[in-house]
């Protein structure tokens, strides 16, 4: 079945500093990512979807600035944290759409701590 | 845009017994309706799904149903286990493969043995 390999599964970063995670569909080509956000005890929260070879669509009140997402070719998506605060800890989790209107698959998750 | 909501948000059920977990959706053109696990530190597994054009379906014992006149959708967990206990989300999607999932809140399962 489709897989998206997700990294760093998790990571620790000082406030102030960026950190890019990446996500791979390994054997299907991956025309939209979704990126969610996860705090402790909630859902899922989008907050980008982005288009291979295209600028990212944001979510109200998601800082593009902050998040970027890069999604420059079928099997590579990645959201770089910049300038990342404590506030910004949580958990980010990719999915990849297999094009078919009904295929998502999540990666793995990547556990952000900033300190 | 789509709105989904997810009761209860938390259950206990002992070992053996059923459990039921109910979502409704506000957008009647959503089409698509998977059903996902979380568990803790880990990103959402899918575990079955069901489509517009469906009523039910069964996977062992795990099934979904779906009423769109009602706009709403269920899983049906059978013969609970304590391996079953974890988060689930229900979730929706509108057509096309440019539209993300809209998810529940969640539902936090406990099955006690």
């Known amino acids: 079945g489709a897989v998206v390999s997700q990294h760093p599964s998790w990571v620790i970063c000082k406030s102030g500093t960026s950190v890019k995670i990446e996500c791979r569909s390994l054997d299907f080509q991956a025309t939209t990512m979704f990126w969610y956000r996860q705090f402790p005890k909630q859902s899922l929260m989008l907050m980008a979807t982005s288009n291979e070879g295209s600028k990212a669509t944001y979510e109200q009140g998601v800082e593009k600035d902050k998040f970027l997402i890069n999604h420059a070719s079928l099997t590579l998506s990645t959201l770089t944290v910049t300038s990342a605060h404590p506030e910004d800890s949580s958990f980010y989790i990719c999915?990849?759409?297999?094009?078919?209107?009904?295929?998502?698959?999540f990666g793995s998750g990547t556990r952000l701590t900033v300190v | 845009g789509e709105n989904v909501e997810q009761h209860p948000s938390t259950l206990s059920v002992q070992e053996g017994d059923s459990a039921v977990i109910k979502c409704t959706y506000s957008d009647s053109a959503s089409n698509y309706f998977p059903w996902y696990k979380q568990e803790l530190g880990k990103g959402p597994q899918l575990i079955i799904d069901?489509?517009?054009?469906?009523g039910e379906k069964k996977d062992q014992r795990i099934a979904v149903t779906l009423n769109k006149t009602a706009k709403h959708f269920s899983l049906h967990i059978t013969e609970t286990q304590p391996e079953d206990s974890a988060v689930y989300f229900c979730a929706a999607s509108l057509p096309g493969s440019g539209y993300a999932l809209n998810f529940g809140k969640g539902t936090s399962l406990l099955v006690t043995p």
């Open positions: 069901i489509r517009s054009n469906v």
């Open positions: 999915s990849a759409s297999t094009g078919d209107g009904y295929g998502y698959t």
